[in-house]
């Protein structure tokens, strides 16, 4: 899609798909961080499984799969060094699982370790391929002894020759570009506003002055929601209130 359709909204890859078992696998790609991913994750995970017609059980519901590939870290080093988690539903005191029919994956790009190809597993040879990190030497080994990675190797080669899908994805890759940008500065203007206040009347100022620079660079709702949550540590309720108070 080019850049325009966006409206404002970051550039991202979905993916809907469906394995020969039933069972349904939601894949995102997301490359600037986002305070809400885990809230986010849950709500297009369950938009995707409560698809029940009329007259079906609760047992047709099908199993449902979200895989989250991020270019940034979701979670600390210390509480989770590897780059890969996995969460279901489980009771809180002794660890059973209630349903097996959720699972949200994220994998956390930035925490990929190379090694030897001979050394990796499949998950490894796949977040190799999506890191911007793996040179392409090792990119072409990978390949070769993962069928399905040449596959996709090769489908990106097409996609990159075909000069009006080319040119569609170089939009998107500017605007997202151009918002990070603008992004890091309302998030300065934000900084300055605060600095000449004390602590917290200057981080409500802070606030306030970051979410009407964004405000005024077409930046949408959720994404400003998403961003002062982040730069402010504030909870998902009271970023809402400041966004709709300032609107």
């Known amino acids: ?68 590939i991020l270019g940034f870290n979701l979670f600390e080093d210390k509480k989770y060094p590897d780059m890969h ?28 370790k190379s ?7 499949r ?13 392409d030497e090792e990119l072409a080994e990978i390949a070769a002894s993962e069928t399905a990675i040449q596959e996709a190797m090769e489908v990106e080669d097409v996609f990159t020759k075909d000069e ?18 603008q992004l890091r500065y309302a998030e300065e203007e934000g900084r300055k506003e605060g600095r000449k206040e004390g602590q917290k009347e200057g981080e409500k100022k802070g606030i306030i002055a970051m979410i009407i620079t964004l405000k005024e660079l077409n930046v949408d709702k959720a994404t400003i929601i998403d961003k002062i949550m982040t730069r402010f540590n504030l909870n998902l309720n009271v970023a809402q209130g400041y966004v709709e108070a300032n609107w």
């Not at 991913?37 to 199993?63: F, H, I």
């Not at 009771?91 to 925490?111: N, S």
């Not at 090694?115 to 597993?121: L, P, T």
């Not at 009006?164 to 940008?181: G, H, I, N, P």
Request: proline share 1%.
């Open 1 to 68: 899609m080019d850049a325009d359709e966006y409206e404002g909204k970051e550039s991202r890859l979905d993916i809907l798909g469906r394995t020969a078992s039933g069972t349904k696998v939601n894949i995102e790609m997301q490359v600037n961080s986002l305070a809400a991913m885990g809230e986010r994750s849950v709500y297009y995970w369950a938009k995707n499984y409560a698809d029940l017609k009329r007259g079906e059980e609760y047992d047709q519901l099908n199993r449902t799969v979200a895989i989250n």
């Open 85 to 112: 988690s996995c969460f279901g539903i489980y009771d809180v005191k002794t660890g059973c699982q209630l349903t097996d029919k959720l699972e949200i994956h994220f994998l956390e790009l930035l925490k990929f």
């Open 115 to 121: 090694k030897n190809v001979k050394d990796m597993n």
């Open 123 to 135: 998950m490894e040879k796949w977040a190799a391929y999506f890191s911007p990190s793996t040179p």
């Open 164 to 181: 009006v899908a080319k040119r569609s994805y170089e939009k998107a890759e500017k605007f997202r570009r151009d918002q990070a940008a």
